[in-house]
């Protein structure tokens, strides 16, 4: 595609919305509920088994707002006041209007007000589940309403406000949904002991919510749960059957290929080794039974093609590089003709995937070919940066390109499995950057658990659904839209700026990080690199978080704001409290055993080492209350505080014993936020814009679009102005997002005052020292010695060579 045209399409959709809600000034009301009148909900006699439970869940709802349940009335024709639901090929919609809206178009829905009727159609069966689940969010029915209690308000009156021209919607991606990961400490146990103890592991009952769960934010696939403690998706009965209840769209993970759970399928002793080299029948069979078995079934499903080891591990056989690739490339040949005689259809009608993870990247970067009808589903590097995106010759592939995204993960440089901060600007910018890049067939969102993940799931899968959900201005309004549905207004006013700072806060360092330690090997805790001062002002930052969550679910709440809403208690504690304050405390365990080591007063130091136990012992209160009391005990064994057992989550017992020298001195800095230059220079198709949301500064600068583009004879540049009283040394930090570009060439020039411009590469490659340094600080750092020769007024000049180069804050710091 001709770039001009490419930008302005994006100008276009970024102005229309992919998703075409209507956001008319009047809405128009439609009542549903009231003391005098109760609507009643029809649908035809042919509706799809799905259709009629979700309109049994939307009856179920308005019940439990209202107390009130509307009566289903099976019809044929459009007649009493009412709501009339359906797909397309209803009796009920088969206007022209109707069938040009939606006609031939996947999981689109149209939800109007026609006299005194609400129509509600979809394409399909998936589209019509989505209008009902737009319809329950519109009313107040939070998509958690199982998987974090949020109880239902209740209302005597109830209304739904609809635009006067309607709201037509169709997902910006065609597969959404997530990958349930490294489940060995919440997902699993809780289902094994506490849900699902019958079968005494994840079953139909656990996957049945996991996928009601699914349709309510609007998603369709799943990458079952995989790991050593979980059995395999397709060996437990019901499973694969629960799948297609729900019209649920199963895949599976990058270790995973043709649908098979190698850790619990495998059978060595049974199979042999799994190595295509040496035992290519013996692999080929295994796969072969995997598709019959799922075209008995009639499954819906997405091919992973490839091969990786038994688990999360490179081809086993292979004596080189290229080597590698050509066996892949044999496989992917011969799991296509297994796919073609099983399904019996043309391979570009049976959709497939290829996720080039680890070291199969460099397979692909190195020259392995892959189908032209296989989607590209590009990793990120496990830590939200996402490693490569689709070229522009790429775009043209027939089968498109998509994303695998982590919000959780299990790894070096270190775990984050127990809390979930990822920040919402982060996922944000790769994503849509990602999507700009060609990446809509598919996103697939890492989410360990799901809890304590709830909202990062739903932001990711709402940027999903429609790519114009939240703007670069606008992430901190969707965090607080969705306080807003799961608690009020009012006390979204005062939680939405203790989230963004809670988010805020973990990127500088998350929970787990705060021991310095590492995993794969795993290292002891060590003491932080922050000042006496740094310490001080984290701590008091966390304090200021304990106090507001403690604030609205106190018993004081109603006499001085708002309270809780009756029955949303529990949720409150397991979405506000246990993140927010679990961070807080795993911050003051090591931020007071920091500055026990940093004071030689022994009294002073006792007090400091009390306080980091007491911050351990509330971590374990949290747990417990989440665990044993919190909703009754429903999901006993879901949170624990220590996954893996790193030495990050034990209390701290040794005393902090550091020499003098090792204690990170404070020195006289100057910090500017990157978006406060004095001057810019942009390109004709480029410009500097803020994201909010995005950065320790919280408002990381980069270049709109994001349709990547290499700057070459003009780069855009933007300027700083910072004033110094002494002469002397100083050394310039320039803090950037650790992001990643195609070839390992992002680069930016650097020109303090009228000296000599400097450049400096800023990717990391593989998993090296610097790359686990800058993600576990969320920074690739610049550091340029500079000496000050007059005092005064100073100007840096900061210029990129491409797209995708994203400028968080400076700092210049006294050597003197």
Known sequence: ?????????????????????????????????????LTS???????????????????DDVKEITGKRPEIIQSDKVSKRGIYIGELSSSFFKTKANQKELSNQWEKFSIKKEKENLLVV????????????????RLGISPWKWWADVNAVKKEKLVFNIPQKGIVSSPSVQYRGIFLNDEDWGLEPWAEKSFEPEVGNMGPKTYEKIFQLLLRLKANTIWPAMHPSTKGFFTINGNKEMAQKYHMIIGSSHAEPMLRNNVDEWKPKIHGDYNYFTNKTQVDKYWQDRLDEIKL?????????????????????????????????????????????????????????????????????????????????WPDDNYGYIRRLSTEEEQKRAGGSGVYYHISYWGRPHDY?????????????????????????????????????????????????????????????????????????????????VFEEHYRLAFLRKPEYMGWSQTEPTIPIKISDFTEEECLERIKAYDNLINEVDMWSSAVAADTGPAVPDGREDAYFQLVTYPIEGAAYMNHKFLYWNLAAMTTDLKEKENYLNLSAKAYEKIKELTDFYNTKMSNGKW??????????????????????????????????????????ITKKETKNYEWKTINGLGFSNNAITLFPFYHSYF?????????????????????????????????????????DGNVTKSFLINTKDRDKTW?????????????????????????????????????????????
Do not use: C
Not at 44 to 59: C, G, M, P
Not at 122 to 130: A, Q
Not at 787 to 797: L, Q, S, V
């Open 712 to 752: 070459k004879a003009e780069k855009p540049v933007v300027s700083y102005e910072f004033e110094m009283e002494k002469i002397g040394d100083y050394e310039i930090e320039i803090h950037l997002l650790p992001t990643h570009s195609n070839n390992f060439d992002n680069e930016i020039e650097v020109r303090i």
């Open 122 to 137: 979809g394409s399909d069966v998936r589209g019509t589940v989505f209008a009902v689940f737009e319809i329950t969010e």
């Open 41 to 59: 909900i029809y649908i035809d006699k042919n509706t799809d088994a799905l259709i009629v439970w979700a309109v049994n869940e939307l009856a």
């Open 297 to 377: 079934a009639n499954n819906e499903t997405v091919i992973t093609l490839g091969m990786r080891g038994v688990h999360d591990s490179k081809i086993e056989g292979a004596k080189d590089l290229k080597e590698s690739i050509e066996m892949v490339e044999k496989i992917i040949v011969k799991q296509r003709e297994m796919l073609s005689k099983t399904f019996k259809k043309p391979l570009k009608e049976i959709p497939q995937a290829f996720v080039p993870y680890k070291e199969v990247l460099e397979l692909y970067d190195k020259g392995l070919k892959v189908p032209n009808d296989i989607t590209l589903v």
């Open 417 to 497: 499995l127990w809390l979930s901060t990822t920040q919402p600007g982060l996922i944000w910018y790769e994503m849509t950057k990602a999507y700009e890049n060609g990446a809509q067939k598919m996103w697939i969102v890492n989410v360990g658990d799901i809890k304590p993940a709830e909202y990062d799931t739903e932001f990711f899968l709402d940027l999903a659904w429609n790519i114009n959900s939240a703007k670069s201005d606008g992430i901190n309004k969707h965090l607080k839209d969705w306080i807003t549905r799961e608690f009020s207004p009012q006390i979204a006013d005062y939680l939405a700026p």
């Open 1 to 37: 595609m001709n770039k001009k045209i490419f930008f302005g399409l994006i100008l276009i959709l970024n102005f229309l919305g992919i998703n075409s809600y209507s956001q008319n000034k009047n809405p128009v009301d439609f009542s549903i509920a009231d003391s005098n009148q």
């Open 636 to 677: 006993n064994h879901m949170m624990s505080m220590k996954p893996r057992n790193l030495p990050v989550f034990d209390s701290i017992k040794e005393n902090p014993m550091v020499k003098e020298e090792e204690i990170k001195k404070p020195s006289n800095t100057i910090t500017i936020q990157a978006k406060d230059f």
């Open 772 to 816: 686990k340094e800058n993600v576990l600080r969320n920074s690739a750092i610049v550091k340029l010695p500079v000496y000050i020769t007059n005092r005064g007024k100073h100007t840096i000049n900061i210029a990129v060579n491409q797209t995708g180069i994203v400028l968080d804050y400076i700092t210049v710091n006294s050597k003197i």
